[in-house]
């Protein structure tokens, strides 16, 4: 009796853990002067990349404060480039994303046998919504090159 006991009381309190985590609120302060990516690759070529900055998730709340926030493509003779810049993020429940940089940039890659993917976001937020963005620059830059294809997407404002 004491082992039923025990056991129930460690599933009860093992269900008000995970209760508990998941009501706690997701929150993302992210600081920096400069948040750097720049891919690479070559003669074979192929670069993938993917960036994405406040983050959060699903109790949302994410704060980003940059100075500079720039994505730098890369590949070659062989080619193809694929970026992604994400940068408020948030996700779920209440969300909210705020974002204040002075430039976020993104310059695309690629080259001779060429192609080239590029998305940019900036205020994120998600399904509980609200984003504000204050930025000196955003900026998005092709790429691609004697092959050639760019195709390119820039949001700004986002919220979901």
Same mark, same amino acid.
Do not use: R
């Given at each position: 009796?004491?082992?039923?006991? *025990?056991? @129930?009381s *460690? ?11 998941? @009501?706690?609120?997701?929150?993302s ?9 720049i ?14 900055i ?6 949302g709340?994410?704060?980003?404060? @940059?100075?500079?926030?720039?994505? *730098? ?7 193809k ?21 002075? @430039? *976020? ?42 092959g050639?294809?760019?195709d ?9």
């Open positions: 009796m004491k082992s039923l006991t *025990i056991k @129930a *460690i599933a009860i309190l093992g269900l008000g853990l995970a209760f508990a985590a998941s @009501a706690q609120g997701s929150k302060n992210v600081n920096v002067d400069a948040a750097v990516q891919g690479g690759a070559a003669l074979g070529s192929t670069n993938k990349q993917n960036f994405e406040g983050n959060a998730s699903k109790g709340q994410s704060n980003v404060n @940059a100075k500079a926030v720039v994505q *730098i493509g890369g590949a070659a003779l062989g080619s480039n694929t970026q992604t810049l994400k940068v408020g993020n948030a996700d779920g429940s209440g969300s909210k994303s705020n974002v204040k940089a002075d @430039a *976020i940039v993104q310059i695309g890659g690629a080259a001779l046998g060429s192609t080239s993917k590029q998305t940019l976001e900036v205020g994120n937020a998600a399904k509980g919504g609200t984003s504000n963005v204050k930025a000196k620059a955003i900026v998005q830059i092709g790429g691609a090159a004697l050639s294809k760019n390119q997407t820039m949001k700004v404002g986002n919220a979901n």
